[in-house]
């Protein structure tokens, strides 16, 4: 990982004509919490958020499932990048993110362009109960970011007969998947904050689906790496 990444920056730096482009990332802890950064700290802040106007440093995420989120005002030349997962977004770390970019650059939401990166989909982004509850006390949308399915069974489907219970309708029912659609949860924060649709664009890679080209805590059970998605103003431009 730490050569992977050292070949990234080289490379970057190459491209960039600056001597030096650092790199800031955090202790990510699943939360809200968003820091505005002008320079390297000597240890890594805990939280899942990074703010800066200062062309002089990078900002990093660390994702292999969640969901990693860039803003930019182009007018402002101010950049933002978060870590979103359930528990994040739950909390708005997303609307809160377009927040603190008015709060300390001034910027408008109409200016923000927004770009939400490889994470686990829809698809299958299987949740507990609770996650759907948490969700559904916090947005009055929350209906339409799950979806509930019965989990197949090849067994069942083939010899039903096997599973007749006395219950009605005659058969046990199969237990049911709730599924979350976290970039449709991310996106419709940003929408409320006040950023246009039109400047949203999200990967349509799932994590979960593409484990040939994307690292999934989920699908590797654990045993994987880490994606990094970073952003930076370009110096002198």
């Not at 080289?10 to 800031?24: C, D, K, N, Q």
């Not at 703010?51 to 969640?66: E, Q, S």
């Not at 101010?78 to 609307?95: D, L, N, Q, S, Y």
């Not at 939401?109 to 994470?119: E, K, S, T, Y």
């Amino acid at each position: 990982m730490e050569k992977n990444r050292q070949v990234f920056l080289e490379t970057l730096l190459r491209g960039s004509g600056a001597r030096s482009w650092p790199l800031v990332s955090l202790r990510q802890i699943h939360s809200d919490l968003i820091h505005r950064v002008d320079h390297v700290p000597e240890v890594p802040v805990a939280g899942d958020g990074l703010l800066t106007d200062n062309p002089a440093i990078l900002l990093a995420v660390h994702t292999a499932d969640c969901l990693p989120v860039i803003l930019v005002d182009r007018k402002h030349r101010a950049v933002g990048v978060f870590h979103a997962g359930w528990r994040g977004t739950a909390k708005r770390i997303v609307e809160k993110g377009v927040g603190e970019m008015r709060r300390w650059f001034k910027a408008d939401p109409r200016d923000v362009l927004a770009a939400i990166g490889p994470g686990i989909h829809g698809c299958c982004y299987q949740v507990g109960e609770e996650v759907r509850d948490k969700f559904h006390s916090q947005f009055a949308y929350a209906e339409k970011l799950f979806r509930i399915t019965k989990e197949s069974d090849a067994v069942r489907e083939r010899y039903p007969l096997l599973f007749l219970t006395a219950r009605a309708p005659g058969h046990a029912e199969l237990p049911k998947q709730i599924l979350l659609d976290l970039v449709e949860a991310n996106r419709q924060q940003l929408v409320d904050a006040g950023v246009p649709q039109r400047n949203i664009c999200a990967s349509e890679l799932c994590t979960s689906c593409r484990t040939d080209l994307l690292f999934s805590h989920r699908a590797e059970k654990g045993v994987t790496g880490r994606m990094m998605a970073v952003v930076g103003i370009r110096q002198g431009k």
